[in-house]
């Protein structure tokens, strides 16, 4: 089952992902993360990147497919954030039709916009291991020095801003698309993490089930 996770940044996909992988043992496929593996190496992705902009869609599907294929994933795949556009999703069709791949389920976690400002706003990144915390949701352990912790520059207030604009002009579209090929299931994401995990696991043992 390939199962995809979306939603609006700060909406909590990347802790409810990681849940469910521990729980189904899914190979985790998340794009932010992988996007800055990318960017390390690449200093115009990473300005690009930091400025809340968006990979041009051939461009992503380039790089998701090839990394794809390097590793010869094709299914039990929990794909986090990607993908997150009509066109992203246009040429990853294409590659997915010569792989005999689709999308089992897809996920929307919804939530308003004043609390992903909030919780993304929260979030720190511990610079030598490069986990992220989040001051609020998913704090550090305390054996970590949280003034060591840094704020990401995409996780200031005005690409947060952006980003959620660049959600709503460009995912909202793909999961209105999504609708019309496979089922899609929102869910509030505003509530407590282990109530949002408990109804997602629910969500995907009657998946698995059909």
């Known amino acids: 089952m390939n199962i995809l ?117 929260a979030r720190r990144q511990d610079p030598e291991t490069g986990k992220i915390y989040n001051l609020i949701t998913d704090p550090p352990p305390k054996d970590i020095d949280v003034s060591k912790l840094v704020q990401r520059d995409d996780d200031k207030s005005e690409a947060i801003k952006k980003r959620l604009a660049l959600y709503k002009e460009f995912t909202s579209p793909l999961i209105e698309e999504l609708k019309k090929v496979v089922n899609v299931i929102e869910v509030d994401g505003d509530r407590p993490i282990d109530e949002i995990q408990t109804e997602l696991v629910s969500i995907i043992n009657e998946k698995s089930k059909s």
């Open 5 to 121: 996770l979306l939603g609006p940044q700060g909406s909590g996909k990347g802790t409810q992902a990681r849940l469910l992988v521990a729980k189904f043992g899914f190979t985790y496929f998340e794009a932010g993360n992988f996007l800055r593996n990318l960017a390390s190496k690449d200093q115009e992705l990473k300005e690009s990147l930091a400025k809340g902009f968006l990979v041009p869609g051939e461009e992503m599907s380039s790089y998701v497919t090839s990394y794809l294929d390097e590793n010869k994933l094709y299914d039990n795949i929990l794909f986090d954030g990607f993908p997150r556009t009509l066109e992203q999703y246009k040429f990853f069709q294409i590659w997915s039709k010569e792989k005999n791949v689709s999308f089992d389920l897809v996920i929307v976690l919804k939530i308003n916009e004043e609390e992903t400002i909030r919780r993304l706003s």
